[in-house]
């Protein structure tokens, strides 16, 4: 998976799973401020990344999220 992809993978999450508008996902999206999803809402999505990667996300990794490319770029690095 490239960035690109990642980030169109990240998006379909936030807007198919959590309903978040697709004009408000942008890489420079906080997905706390700018888009509403609180600690449990991460570790939701964290449970469905790992499913689709099959790989672990470490709490540094976790707490090193603030925005939509911050995401992304994780979903990237896993997904190699």
């Known amino acids: 998976m ?29 997905l706390m401020d700018d888009l509403g999803l609180d600690s449990i809402d991460g570790v939701d999505m964290m449970v469905q990344f790992q499913e689709k990667t099959g790989k672990k996300v470490t ?5 090193s999220i603030v925005t939509v490319k ?4 994780l979903v990237d690095e896993l997904s190699r």
């Open 70 to 73: 911050d995401l992304a770029d």
């Open 59 to 63: 709490p540094a990794q976790f707490e």
């Open 2 to 30: 490239n960035a690109l992809n990642a980030y169109a993978e990240v998006k379909s999450v936030l807007v198919e799973i959590f309903e978040i508008d697709p004009e408000l996902v942008t890489p420079e999206a906080k």
